[in-house]
């Protein structure tokens, strides 16, 4: 079965308004959460990594102040887009870590298609 | 970690075997080879990983060459549901799972 969950699957939003994307691991304790970004035709970009309590790290060229992180919690990590623009749409996937993920297969959301309008 | 390549696309005819190639010539001693798919809409799919033995499992067989530089995913026999992209990536052995995700190989099965 699976053992992530991420929903929504897929969400249409006016520009300008906020959108949560959750991600849970159902299996394990993730520890970190890497969160990644897929526009069409295009291969996955990793936009940021984010650990337990703590603030996430993005990657060069996303904005932290637009993308939210939030990992509160060892089973539940969400990505908020603030403010949501038409270039924001694209597809969105998670993938928790439990501790190391030295010499284990890595497994990832279903991802969320967001569209703005 | 170092970087692969592979074709950008490949057909292969309903159950025959599909054999996809990667290369990693810049592959050091302690970066294992993972494999990916991908099916339109939705996440990867882990498939297999090894670091210098072939491996086999229930979705495919891994094998790479002596050198490590290169590496073919090998699908037995295809059927349509496998279509998709296929992505190669080298990680280090300590890695913290961080995914470097290259174009991968489109996979067409036909029937």
């Known amino acids: 079965g699976a053992v992530v969950s991420q929903h929504p699957s897929r969400v249409i939003c006016k520009s300008g308004t906020s959108v949560k994307i959750e991600c849970r691991s159902l299996?394990?304790?993730?520890?970190?959460m890497f969160w990644y970004r897929q526009f069409p035709k295009q291969s996955l970009m990793l936009m940021a990594t984010?650990?337990?309590?703590?603030?996430?790290?993005?990657e060069q060229g996303v904005e932290k102040d637009k993308f939210l992180i939030n990992h509160a919690s060892l089973t539940l990590s969400t990505l908020t887009v603030t403010s949501a623009h038409p270039e924001d749409s694209s597809f969105y996937i998670c993938?928790?870590?439990?501790?190391?993920?030295?010499?284990?297969?890595?497994?990832f959301g279903n991802g969320t298609r967001l569209t703005v309008t | 970690d170092a970087k692969t390549t592979q074709p950008p696309s490949m057909d292969c005819a309903e159950g025959r075997a599909a054999n996809l190639p990667c290369n990693h010539s810049t592959i050091s001693g302690n970066e294992y080879v993972y494999w990916y798919r991908q099916i339109h809409s939705q996440g990867p799919q882990y498939i297999i990983h090894g670091l210098k033995n072939n491996e086999t499992n229930e979705m495919a067989s891994l094998i790479i060459t002596e050198d490590r530089k290169s590496s073919t995913l090998i699908l037995p026999h295809a059927t349509l549901r496998d279509t998709a992209v296929y992505y190669c990536?080298?990680?280090?052995?300590?890695?913290?799972?961080?995914?470097?995700f290259g174009q991968g190989t489109t996979l067409q099965v036909k029937p």
């Open positions: 299996d394990f304790q993730a520890t970190t």
């Open positions: 990536i080298v990680l280090f052995s300590g890695n913290t799972g961080k995914l470097i």
């Open positions: 993938s928790p870590i439990q501790g190391s993920a030295y010499n284990s297969p890595l497994h």
């Open positions: 984010s650990n337990e309590g703590s603030k996430a790290t993005y």
